[in-house]
């Protein structure tokens, strides 16, 4: 059975840090491509950020791109998402996702098969 666990989250002031992280387990991590999204109250799912197989390629919303850094553990089964420079509109409940498949970077959320639970990120102004 595929499990993804995020954890990390958290409240921080405008202009902090955060990292989370998701943990997979239940098949080849390594072999596939991984992804963190993003749902504010009352917003539709957003993506935030994708990773390939080997980490040697990734992909970042505009929002976040030079505040937010993706990036993967293979021999620990575990990607993360170092966020720095956090503003109150990054407000929202993440999640990490997996897509089956030929490992590439992707952004749309109807490509990933496997989601975590969610982990709720709070920025105070």
């Known amino acids: 059975q595929v499990q993804l666990v995020e954890s990390g989250g958290g409240l921080v002031q405008a202009g902090g840090s955060l990292r989370l992280s998701c943990a997979a387990s239940g098949l080849a991590f390594s072999r596939y491509a991984m992804g963190w999204f993003r749902q504010a109250l009352g917003k539709e799912r957003a993506f935030v950020a994708s990773?390939?197989?080997?980490?040697?390629?990734?992909s970042y919303a505009d929002s976040v791109k030079g505040r937010f850094t993706i990036s993967r553990d293979n021999a620990k089964n575990t990607v993360f998402l170092q966020m720095n420079s956090l503003k109150p509109e990054d407000t929202a409940v993440y999640y990490c996702a997996l897509a089956l498949g030929l490992g590439g970077v992707l952004s749309r959320g109807v490509e990933y098969d496997y989601w975590g639970q969610g982990t709720q990120v709070t920025v105070s102004s």
């Open positions: 990773i390939n197989w080997s980490g040697g390629t990734t």
